[in-house]
């Protein structure tokens, strides 16, 4: 069975630092990731998602993420921190292929910027 | 060019009565797909509906729940006799024919007193 495991359900950083968000995926197979991110008072939105393509992967609004077979791991950062980014990242998982009812997704973790 | 659109925002109901939750697609999509977030949890999948059709409910409780999405109209979620533990966000996203990139709408906040 797939899972996600994001690790810190909060993290806060100061404006202009790094962001780094953990997120671990346990899969049989090869798997489709993805990190969505959820505005205050809005629906989840992708920011970008892994394929099986190049393992580093570009999404919105500077920030990327890294396929790391050997440590199960799709981490998302972004070199610095804007006010902007404060919200909630959902990492996710899915098998190849599968439809959309089949993304499992992470419990969450709140990105809080300090000024 | 309206998203994907939910009502109500926020819902409150008694123990015991009917939740009717309501969702409508985006343009020009046909597929429908709901998820319950429960506090500091990811959301979970219930329902995957394509006009007139459920295609997977394997996430949606045995009972009281249901969800259907007419030829017309919004996709409705409706939870019968509603208990506390029924509290929870309920998303809906949509996607086109191809089913990979959803689309999600802002939710409803389901209290239940």
């Known amino acids: 069975a797939q899972s996600v495991t994001q690790l810190g359900s909060h993290v806060s950083v100061s404006e202009g630092a790094l962001v780094l968000l953990r997120c671990n995926y346990s899969?049989?197979?090869?798997?489709?990731l993805f990190w969505y991110v959820q505005y205050p008072n809005q629906g989840l939105q992708l920011l970008l998602k892994?394929?099986?393509?190049?393992?580093l992967v570009k999404g919105i609004n500077g920030f990327e993420a890294e396929f790391k077979k050997s440590e199960t791991s799709f981490h998302l950062t972004k070199p610095s921190a804007h006010m902007s980014d404060a919200a909630e990242y959902f990492c996710?998982?899915?098998?190849?292929?599968?439809?959309?009812?089949?993304?499992?997704f992470g419990s969450g973790t709140r990105l809080s910027i300090r000024p | 060019n309206a998203g994907v659109m939910q009502n109500p925002r926020h819902l409150v109901r008694r123990r015991g009565q009917e939740a009717r939750l309501r969702c409508s697609p985006m343009?020009?999509?046909?597929?429908v797909y709901w998820y319950r977030q429960l506090p500091e949890e990811g959301l979970k999948f219930m329902v995957y509906?394509?006009?007139?059709?459920?295609?997977?409910e394997s996430g949606m409780p045995k009972e009281r729940f249901s969800a259907e999405f007419p030829k017309e109209g919004p996709s409705i979620l409706r939870i019968q006799q509603v208990v506390r533990g029924d509290s929870a966000a309920y998303f809906c996203?949509?996607?086109?024919?191809?089913?990979?990139?959803?689309?999600f709408g802002s939710g409803t906040q389901l209290s239940v007193l």
């Open positions: 996203a949509s996607s086109g024919q191809g089913g990979e990139k959803l689309f």
């Open positions: 899969s049989s197979v090869p798997p489709y």
């Open positions: 892994y394929t099986s393509a190049a393992t």
């Open positions: 996710a998982v899915s098998d190849v292929g599968s439809s959309a009812s089949k993304i499992i």
């Open positions: 343009k020009g999509h046909s597929h």
């Open positions: 509906l394509q006009k007139e059709n459920i295609i997977d």
